[in-house]
């Protein structure tokens, strides 16, 4: 799954984003929102909150290595490194 912003895009990986135990914990540890949660349960990406990314990599240590990656579309550059 990936979604892109003016400035941020998230890339998350289809297992992670089927994985209700993980949504759940993304939702919940996102400071400004990017991540919901659809009626069943799996991981939806907020598209209207994700230029407001302050780069805390919250959501890729609550997820397993390489399955989260922000995108920092400004500068080709992405999270984790």
């Known amino acids: 799954m990936r979604s892109?912003?003016?400035?941020?895009?998230?890339?998350?990986e289809d297992a992670t984003a089927s994985?209700?135990?993980?949504?759940?914990?993304?939702?919940e540890v996102c400071p400004v929102d990017i991540f919901g949660?659809?009626?069943?349960?799996?991981?939806?990406?907020?598209?209207?909150?994700?230029?407001?990314?302050?780069?805390?990599?919250l959501c890729i240590n609550a997820s397993p290595a390489d399955t989260v990656k922000v995108l920092k579309l400004y500068?080709?550059?992405s999270l984790p490194a």
């Open 4 to 12: 892109d912003g003016l400035f941020i895009g998230i890339e998350v």
């Open 19 to 27: 994985d209700t135990e993980l949504a759940a914990k993304l939702t």
């Open 37 to 57: 949660r659809s009626d069943d349960g799996t991981l939806r990406i907020v598209e209207e909150n994700l230029d407001e990314c302050v780069l805390c990599e």
């Open 75 to 77: 500068s080709g550059e």
